[in-house]
């Protein structure tokens, strides 16, 4: 086979963060054959916590653009809090997979079969990433890009408070 994929994960040192990809390290990274990148504040949390060859810390990283767009899938294993998260939604604006937790894509309007793979054990993170290596799908996924730009970009919740504050009879 080729080079192990990429997989990214970005994220700040909040606990549900360091939490999702302490388990997946844990649980998954073994198992599978990729290098892991971890970006921001996270990195430097675990860096003093997991030392593992597949692993490669970047902490801060000043344009993130990049690092995403060479990453080959993003991964979010988050299993605690609330609401929206805002790696997905980047994710989702470079078009890239995406493997996530279903707590991961709370609140998304997408369909999860096309964006990536759900994934809530173990098993399903081993199983996607499996697939995805030996499909070597692009890295560019064309539903998410097209997701983020009709639903989650700036000029299309813009239209939408529009609407909902404005009653749609108001053009700006």
């Not at 490669?56 to 609401?83: H, Q, R, W």
């Amino acid at each position: 086979m080729g080079s192990p994929l990429t997989c990214l994960f970005v994220g700040d040192a909040w606990f549900a963060n360091l939490h999702g990809i302490q388990w997946f390290i844990d649980n998954v990274l073994d198992k599978v054959d990729i290098r892991l990148q971890i970006a921001g504040k996270a990195s430097e949390v675990l860096k003093q916590q997991s030392t593992h060859e597949k692993i490669e810390y970047l902490g801060f990283v000043p344009n993130l653009s990049t690092v995403i767009i060479d990453a080959d899938i993003v991964l979010a294993p988050i299993f605690k809090g609330g609401g929206m998260k805002v790696k997905i939604c980047e994710a989702l604006m470079f078009g890239k997979h995406i493997l996530g937790t279903e707590e991961a894509f709370n609140g998304y309007e997408i369909d999860l079969e096309k964006v990536g793979a759900v994934c809530n054990t173990e098993i399903e993170f081993v199983n996607a990433i499996n697939k995805f290596s030996n499909s070597r799908e692009e890295k560019f996924n064309e539903y998410n890009r097209n997701c983020f730009l009709n639903k989650y970009s700036f000029q299309a919740t813009y239209k939408e408070f529009n609407k909902v504050l404005f009653d749609g009879n108001q053009q700006q």
